[in-house]
């Protein structure tokens, strides 16, 4: 039987990551119900680990820079 890696971090509250992204919490409801965000709920409250949040953020930087590039491509 294989091991979970246990973080020993807290879970962050949607008002936490939402903080931590700069963004409204709507946004980060939002996302985790389209599963975009990874996130989980504990009786039926959304709950992210820190480090899920910063593999997703550094997912979306690639993406982020080619939608640059082809915007300033095309003015």
């Known amino acids: 039987m294989q091991e979970a890696h246990v973080d020993n971090a807290p879970a962050m509250t949607v008002r936490e990551v939402a903080g931590y992204l700069n963004v409204d919490e709507k946004t980060v409801y939002r996302l985790a119900q389209r599963g975009e965000l990874p996130g989980f709920k504990v009786a039926g409250t959304w709950r992210f680990r820190k480090g899920d949040i910063d593999g997703w953020i550094e997912r979306q930087l690639p ?6 590039r082809k915007r300033d491509h095309h003015k």
């Open 63 to 68: 993406a982020a820079t080619t939608r640059a």
